[in-house]
């Protein structure tokens, strides 16, 4: 539509001006979605948003093993530094960062249960970057989750090891 053009410099504006691809697709869909309103309720013929194409494109589809491919990898990371974290996110759900991000205080060994309240993320600043705990992006990040008896006993282990060292 001739309209398109007219959309695009500001979607690359926001782009060139450091806002990540989700922010801009986000952004974007907001947008198409308030214009196919005016559209539906004849305000405009065409939805300008329609044809601009935000940077990134879609995402890519999430790929999640079966229950005998998690047996499988857990047991191949039986005994390395991999086991824990890829049991809480196997058992949990929980997202890299916030796996990263777990303090011994947000974990109830004897209630049997997680608090996810940060995570562990790369800052960009000035230039440089540097790792940090950040804390949850929405309040409905925040939650907490019951653990079973199993990665109870893997968090134990874990933590007996840790004193150890």
Known sequence: ???VPFLKPYVDAMAAGGSSSRSVTEAKAILSSCLARAVDVGLI???????????GGRR???VVPDQDQAKALLAAVEGTTWEVPLALASYTGMRRSE???LRWGDVDLDGRSIRVRQGLHRIRENGTSRLGFLP???ETSEREFMIGSALTD???????A???R
């Open 60 to 62: 890519r589809a999430l």
């Open 136 to 138: 949850t992006k929405t």
């Open 99 to 101: 796996v990263l991000g």
């Open 45 to 55: 013929d065409v939805n300008p948003c329609a044809g601009v194409r935000t940077k």
């Open 1 to 3: 539509t001739a309209t």
């Open 162 to 164: 840790q004193a150890e």
């Open 154 to 160: 893997r968090l134990r282990a874990q933590r007996r």
